[in-house]
């Protein structure tokens, strides 16, 4: 006799009411022949852990199984797509037809409060493995450790050999981590000190307000008075005359009373290609220091610390293979982390290889760069030549007005491939005829004056670190 024979004359008797146990070893019957699935490639390992293995039984009764799972949206999605699936494994196993009844343990009345509390100590969790911007929580590896010494050097003796210190390297590998732990270090043995901490653009929309509302003098007060300034992203300054204009004098004065100054870009002084000469002179007096994309051993620290804080068991095939999959920057390995701890609480068990490779599958999705808009493109042309998103479109023609405009539909062109009777619309109702005399001028100046060709470069650089 055969097992399915077997199952099927030992419990038929039993259909009016199984005991747990006894139905238990049916859906493990029942989990082992859609498992077959997974091995033949007609189910996905990820599908099959997430939603087929999470349902717990809780009875058959009446030629009806029960179960229970964590939610109504898994409820749906089962019900959806794998209840024939189930009803045809139950058949199998079973030997007649089994209808499916999932309820959601949210929707049970001894849990009403379950998912609130659940997600609330979700959050908790989150929230108390938050660090301080500091250099004790800093991880230092070859990628970095010249940059963390030049910081915690400036942090003891503001003012001396490193001033400016020049901290550059792509997103998300610590540059911002390492200002405040200076701005943090500074305070606790100096807590007077006057720490300002601005980005290249907050810096250049706060002068534009100031001009609008001329309030300049208070603006220059504010940022000349400093005792340390922290300016992150500074190529966003590039291009940009008035704000250019500015900061030179800002750091002139602050240079010359020996306060310290720190900046930080996605690239150095010499690839900042619209900087003016004599600010990436001033970026060169003191001390340029780079951040690169951690190393392996780097980045198996920083996962295993972040676990730590979440109080996740990690192990180490899981946390090598998040090591060795994701390597741009800090911020996915620890979003990837935190995606770990979610699924932990949600399915209560430890993570798992495949849980950790679907992890890394929706960073690597969620980190995908974000499109590039229209407005976007427009508002950093306007910046560079000193005018406004909305003289762009306009029919004015001044010299300025008209040279922006057509940087602009050649920038959107660029990026954003859109046709020219699209881009038209764009730039304020403009005809293709139009659009195409703009791209072609700004084509040819591209292609024999280097200062254009510089400018382009800046900012389509800018646009590019602003939408990711």
């Known amino acids: 006799m055969g097992v399915q024979h077997f199952i099927f004359a030992v419990f038929l008797p039993l259909r009016k009411g199984f005991f747990m146990k006894s139905f238990d070893e049916v859906f493990d019957k029942v989990l082992e022949l859609i498992h077959q699935k997974v091995v033949n490639g007609e189910l996905t390992s990820v599908a099959y852990d997430m ?157 534009i307000n100031a001009i609008r509302e001329q309030t300049t003098h208070a603006f220059r007060k504010k940022y000349r008075n400093a005792d340390v300034l922290l300016m992150d992203d500074i190529q966003f300054i590039s291009g940009k005359e008035s704000t250019q204009e500015e900061f030179f004098h800002t750091f002139n004065e602050l240079h010359s009373q020996g306060k310290q100054i720190i900046l930080t870009s996605d690239r150095p002084p010499k690839d900042i290609k619209t900087l003016e000469e004599r600010i990436r002179t001033r970026f060169e007096w003191g001390l340029i220091a780079d951040i690169t994309p951690p190393d392996f051993e780097t980045r198996v620290a920083i996962i295993k610390r972040k676990a730590d804080l979440l109080n996740l068991t990690l192990t180490d095939d899981v946390v090598e293979t998040i090591a060795t999959r994701l390597k741009a920057d800090i911020r996915q390995l620890e979003g990837c982390v935190k995606k770990l701890k979610a699924s932990q609480h949600l399915m209560g068990t430890p993570p798992t290889m495949t849980q950790a490779m679907n992890a890394i599958r929706e960073i690597l999705s969620d980190d995908t760069i974000a499109p590039v808009t229209v407005d976007r493109i427009i508002a950093e042309v306007a910046g560079i030549y000193g005018v406004t998103s909305d003289d762009i479109r306009s029919m004015k023609r001044s010299s300025q007005i008209s040279t922006a405009r057509k940087v602009a539909a050649y920038v959107i062109k660029e990026m954003t491939q859109l046709s020219l009777q699209n881009i038209g619309a764009e730039l304020g109702g403009k005809n293709h005829s139009t659009v195409s005399f703009y791209i072609d001028s700004i084509s040819e100046a591209v292609a024999t004056d280097s200062g254009t060709k510089e400018t382009i470069e800046d900012i389509i650089k800018n646009i590019k670190g602003a939408t990711s």
């Open 51 to 207: 939603w087929i293995h999470s349902m717990k039984p809780v009875k058959l009764e009446d030629n009806v199984a029960y179960f229970t799972v964590q939610s109504k949206f898994q409820q749906g999605i089962i019900m959806k797509n794998y209840e024939k699936m189930l009803k045809d494994a139950f058949l199998n196993v079973m030997g007649f037809d089994v209808e499916i009844n999932i309820s959601p343990a949210e929707l049970s009345d001894e849990n009403d409060s379950k998912p609130i509390k659940d997600r609330e100590e979700l959050e908790l969790t989150f929230s108390n493995a938050e660090y301080d911007y500091t250099f004790d929580t800093f991880i230092v590896g070859k990628s970095n450790e010249f940059a963390h010494a030049a910081c915690v050097a400036v942090s003891k003796n503001q003012g001396g050999v490193y001033n400016p210190l020049f901290i550059h390297g792509p997103s998300g590998l610590g540059k911002t981590h390492l200002l405040t732990a200076v701005s943090n270090a500074i305070k606790a043995n100096k807590p007077d000190t006057n720490i300002i901490y601005v980005t290249g653009e907050a810096f250049t929309n706060e002068l």
